[in-house]
Each structure stands twice: as C-alpha cells, then as structure tokens.
C-alpha cells in the first residue's frame, strides 16, 4: 500500500462505453481522413516561437529599458499574460503528451512550466492524473479544494463566512500563483502529498530538474532585476505579474467546472465506483465557453474548448475546434447535453452566481440537482 499512490482511493467509473468507444472511434476517423496529426502541429511550434520570442522581449524591457511607473506598470502587467500563455498554450499540451509524440520534446516543453514558477513534476501529479481521473468528484479531485477558504462543490462543508465568498475569492484567487511560487509545491514535496493523494517524492532525473527549475526561477524573476533594479520596484513589478496569473489561471481553469450548469457526482460509499463511464462522467461536468472567441482560443492554449480537452487530453489543442463538431454530434446522438456558456462574460456570470449559491446556507435544491448530474 506505501508504494501506492493512489493511497487506496482510486475511484473506478462504470456504465455503458458505447458513448467513449463511438466517439474515439469518429476521431480516429477523422484524423484518418483529414491526414492531419494529432500531435506535432506547425502551428503549434510557431505558436511556441511567438510567445517565447514575446515573454523575451517584454521581459527584457521591463528589467533594463522601463524607467517610469507607467512603464513598469504596462509591461508587467503584459509579461503576466505572457507568463500565463506559457502556461495556457506550452506547459500544458506537453504535461499530458500532447505537443509532440517525442516524449523528449514533451518532457523539454513541459519544463516551462519550472521555468515560471511552478513544478512539471507536481503539475502532472496535480492536474494531469489527479484532476483529469477525477474531475469535479468532490475529495478527490484537488481543483475545487480551496482548503477551507471558499466552497465550489454542494459536497464541502460550508462555513459562515463563504456567505460573502462571492465577493472574496475573486482577490485570493489573485494570491493563487504567489502561494504557489511560495508554498504548495515545497509543501508537496515535503509531505509526499497533494490533498488526500499520496505521490512519490522526485527522485533523480525529476530532482534535479525540480531544483534547476526553481533556482532559474528565482533567477529570472529576482536575480537578474535586482542586479539592475532597486528591491521596492522588483517586488511591486513582481506583485503585478503574479495577482494577474492568478485571475487569470483561475478563470480560466474554475469556469470549466465551477458554474451553475456543472455536476459534482460522488462515487458509491462502498464500492467507491461512479454509476457513469469515464467519457460520459467527463462530458457531464464540463462546459466550453466563448469558443467563437479566436483570440481567447489562442491565448488559452484552447482550454475554453474544456470539453474537448478533458475528452482528449493527449490531443494537440490546435484541433480542438475541429473536434468539437464530432464531439458536439456524438454528444447529440446519444443524449448528452452539450453544455457551454456563448460568451467568457455569461461564464464569469455564471461562476458568480454559483459562488454565492455555493455561500448560502443549505441550499438543498441546487445541492440535490449537482449531486445527482
């Protein structure tokens, strides 16, 4: 059991595949068909060009040209969002295997991830296996945990304070980033830990990238300003980037799963298995928004098209407009709702309001309805 990671918690997801088999299936096809690849994109690698050549550029402005506030202030808060699509567009395609079918070339694109703060080692345990295997069961899937401080499942105990939630979390969902520079994977590491899951502690190869990853990270954001720059200015221009990270990280990542149309089934008590199979568990409680927006599209690696990468997950995520007809059909033919929001504003509405549903104190309709999507 020690060696387990898993701690003897893994859930198992029963009900009938016909959905998943039919869908993987018509993809399948349609790669065939069309002889485009599923992995290893030119779009994607000039993609890639283009937001490293634009993360060096404004990074190298700020530290050694900007000589106003104004300056400072403008192109910080331009690298936070070029921060964030490193992580949107680059980090995560090739955390779940989806930039290229060369694991090395994964493994090279996946480190960006170190490179801005994070760890590739504990964002795969996190997101990629955690996340993805158990998305909206509450207990279990880590992304909707706010440890105590807020509530986004029907599930978690509730607290008096969350009655104003809807207006808090929208300023510690800007801290996110810094307690995670700061905290959460030293605390992962440490305790072998994330949540309830247990995860072998890195080893090696995964060490030694852990521990380069995080001096080049102080390096780039406090080594090499401090070398040209006063330590007042570095932190101001370091705050900014890293609160608008974290609203945009959260947006991004909560709107998916967090609204009002969403699902938080629970596994059986005893069996610990879900009544539906995993594709159809995965098309219940997501929900794309604003995927006739091309510019969001391209900034967030694709992730407003959440349906489709929660469905394919090791598929490029330049596809993911294409396969959101065949997954929208499928969806149709077999009575799945295809649940979206038109806009990122009617998604951020909604999130909203399930905040402050999520803050009142039993409410038991809207509890029911999700426990039982």
């Not at 090791?314 to 959101?324: D, G, K, Q, R």
């Not at 806009?343 to 104190?361: D, E, V």
Request: aromatic share 14%; with cysteine; hydrophobic share 45%.
């Amino acid at each position: 059991m020690a060696d387990n990671p898993f701690y003897g918690i893994k859930v198992k997801f029963n009900g009938d595949k016909k959905f998943q088999t039919e869908l993987l299936h018509r993809v399948d096809q349609y790669f065939k068909d069309s002889g485009r690849s599923s992995k290893d994109n030119p779009l994607m690698y000039l993609k890639t060009c283009i937001i490293l050549a634009l993360f060096t550029g404004v990074y190298i402005l700020l530290v050694f040209y900007a000589v106003h506030m104004w300056q400072a202030i403008t192109l910080s808060m331009a690298l936070g969002f070029v921060v964030a699509g490193i992580g949107f567009a680059i980090q995560h395609d090739a955390s779940h295997n989806a930039y290229s079918r060369h694991m090395w070339i994964n493994k090279i694109m996946a480190m960006t991830m170190d490179l801005i703060g994070g760890s590739s080692y504990i964002w795969k345990w996190k997101h990629v296996i955690f996340h993805h295997r158990y998305v909206n069961i509450t207990g279990y899937d880590m992304d909707i945990d706010l440890g105590g401080m807020g509530r986004l499942s029907p599930h978690q105990k509730r607290r008096k304070f969350f009655r104003w939630q809807h207006f808090y979390l929208w300023i510690l969902y800007g801290l996110l980033v810094l307690k995670w520079h700061m905290f959460d994977d030293f605390k992962s590491i440490i305790t072998g830990k994330i949540g309830v899951h247990r995860i072998p502690r890195p080893k090696g190869r995964d060490l030694v990238i852990l521990i380069l990853g995080k001096l080049a990270f102080i390096t780039i954001a406090f080594g090499i300003p401090l070398f040209f720059r006063p330590i007042i200015p570095v932190l101001f221009c370091y705050t900014i980037i890293v609160v608008e990270m974290g609203i945009l990280m959260s947006i991004i990542f909560q709107l998916p799963h967090c609204v009002e149309n969403s699902g938080f089934p629970l596994p059986e008590k005893e069996s610990r298995s879900m009544k539906t199979a995993w594709a159809n568990h995965q098309a219940n409680v997501t929900l794309n928004f604003a995927t006739r927006n091309p510019v969001l599209t391209w900034f967030s690696g694709g992730l407003n098209f959440h349906k489709e990468h929660h469905l394919f997950p090791t598929i490029c995520h330049i596809n993911y407009p294409a396969l959101s007809k065949i997954v929208r059909k499928a969806c149709r033919d077999f009575k799945i709702e295809y649940k979206e929001h038109s806009s990122g504003w009617a998604a951020i509405a909604s999130h909203y309001r399930w905040l402050r549903i999520m803050g009142r104190k039993n409410p038991r309709k809207t509890a029911t309805r999700q426990g039982s999507a």
